[in-house]
């Protein structure tokens, strides 16, 4: 197959532009390359030592601005096409001018009458003043990889999270640091005292260098994340269930991950519970060997009520497990026989909420199960995790898990975990979020086979994968955005 030259021109967030010398088949369309386009920017990125997001929405454009549609190398006299994160960053090539539409004409009376014109070679050709397209032409073809108008729960998302700067606006909002006032906005920050423990040291007085470095960090899509992690003051203890109907599709990670998170950013009390009464997943993870058994706690909890000499919060917490950034754990019990019923388990929710700014509870595999419900009836939000196989997404959309969730008073966010580039191909999350347009937001996290493998060795201050450090980070972002302030 005959091949030419193309540069490509890459843009996403995290790096300026680079350029990719590629050789391309010239009778293929090029949206039809878009994956190994996608491919090749990344080996690249990845010599550099550059981040790059390969399971975001990538796009292509031609250099006037256009996209190339079902046009191929071959039919087109370009050397270069960009290949750019629409979810984060502008188009490198600025946009065609709009063609002012045509005068419209008064069809003849053979196109009034529903004939197809045709010219003197007897090839179809449009009705002179306005446009058409002959019926045997396919319809046109949407080239934005995992982009779909039935998105709605995605669009839900992005229009809560902030979006991402690209280096152009981050370096504006750098050198905006150095005009007096930019620092009358920090002064209104630090009055805002939104628990930031900066406030409580001397101020001292930042070079301008220091400032401008400052803000170059605080604009970082991950900074601006943990800014909406880090702002809400919730009156009360914020519950979040992480369920799912089926076993195995990451529960205990992103449960792990996310109870990591909100305790590394806001540095208070996040308890995690493995509600789980079939594996003690979580506390193996967090914790292992360390901490009293559900069953056990609520033993000494009730205990010490019936004698009159109610535990403190740190006799409570003293008996949890301690993980990771001082999450504190409560494992599941070791005998399955000693389960929690409903009731109990409820109990011992209300009575850890006292403890805790935020609890995240660990649940079994299945929706209607005693833990599971308790954790429903005593969660503020839910977090439904899939893994992006259609039986999976099939057993959430169906009547009794919807019927189930609709119920449910508050928002339920909704995760696909462990993505492959195969499984992004092949779902259809346009179509689940359809089914489940009441939800508040979606994330997708793609599979990282070795980060799981070392999942309690993991550290969020310790160079965690590109992928889940900005896809858990969203999720708490959105979690933290419903939660209702004092």
């Known amino acids: 197959m005959a091949t030419a030259e193309l540069d490509l021109i890459v843009r996403g967030a995290a790096a300026p532009d680079q350029r990719v010398r590629l050789n391309v088949p010239i009778e293929v369309p090029l949206a039809e390359m878009l994956d190994d386009f996608v491919d090749a920017a990344e080996e690249h990125a990845l010599q ?12 292509l454009q031609l250099p006037d601005g256009s996209s190339p549609n079902g046009d191929c190398l071959a039919e087109l006299a370009v050397h270069e ?17 709009a063609r002012p ?61 902030p979006r991402p700067m690209g280096t152009v606006a981050r370096t504006l909002q750098a050198l905006s640091a150095l005009s007096p006032s930019y620092r009358a906005q920090e002064q209104e920050a630090r009055d805002l005292g939104v628990g930031d423990p900066a406030r409580f040291v001397r101020e001292h007085r930042k070079s301008a260098a220091g400032r401008v470095r400052e803000a170059w960090r605080a604009s970082d899509y991950q900074r601006l994340l943990e800014a909406m992690v880090l702002l809400p003051a919730p009156p009360s203890c914020q519950t979040i269930a992480v369920l799912s109907p089926k076993g195995g599709v990451g529960k205990t990670t992103i449960t792990s991950l996310l109870s990591m998170q909100f305790n590394y950013v806001r ?77 109990t388990f409820l109990w011992l ?63 339920i966010f ?14 259809n999350l346009g179509e689940f979020e359809q089914e489940l347009s009441f939800a508040q937001g979606i994330v997708e996290v793609a599979y990282d086979e070795k980060a799981a493998a070392n999942l309690s060795k993991f550290r969020w201050d310790d160079g965690p ?22």
């Open 48 to 59: 550099l030592g550059r981040a790059f997001d390969p399971h975001s929405e990538w796009r």
């Open 81 to 97: 096409l960009a290949l750019y994160d629409a979810r984060r960053t502008e188009p490198p090539f600025a946009a065609p001018p």
């Open 101 to 161: 539409e045509p005068a419209a004409a008064a069809p003849s009376d053979e196109a009034a009458a529903g004939a197809v014109p045709r010219d003197s070679t007897g090839e179809e050709t449009a009705p002179a003043g306005r446009p058409w397209t002959p019926k045997s032409a396919a319809p046109p073809r949407s080239w934005s990889r995992g982009r779909s108008s039935r998105r709605v729960v995605r669009a839900r998302a992005e229009a809560a999270l």
């Open 267 to 343: 540095q208070n009390q996040t308890v995690a519970v493995d509600a789980n009464p079939d594996m003690s997943n979580l506390s193996a993870v967090l914790s292992p060997g360390r901490g009293v058994p559900v069953d056990e706690l609520v033993q000494r909890m009730r205990g010490s009520i019936e004698h009159g000499q109610p535990m403190r919060g740190m006799e409570v917490l003293g008996l949890l497990g301690i993980g990771p950034h001082g999450v504190r754990v409560a494992p599941s019990a070791n005998d399955p026989k000693r389960a929690l019923d409903r009731e």
């Open 349 to 411: 929710y209300e009575n850890l909420k006292a403890y805790a700014e935020v609890m995240v509870l660990d649940c079994g595999t299945g929706l209607f199960d005693d833990p599971a419900q308790a954790a429903i009836q005593a969660a503020d939000q839910l977090v439904v995790v899939v893994d992006g196989a259609p039986d999976t997404m099939g057993m959430v959309a169906s009547g009794e898990c919807q019927q189930l969730l609709r119920a449910f008073e508050g928002p």
């Open 414 to 427: 909704l995760v696909v975990n462990k993505l492959t580039r195969r499984l992004r191909r092949r779902a």
């Open 465 to 486: 994968p590109q992928d889940w450090a900005v896809r858990i980070r969203e999720l708490a972002a959105l979690l933290a955005a419903g939660w209702p302030t004092a």
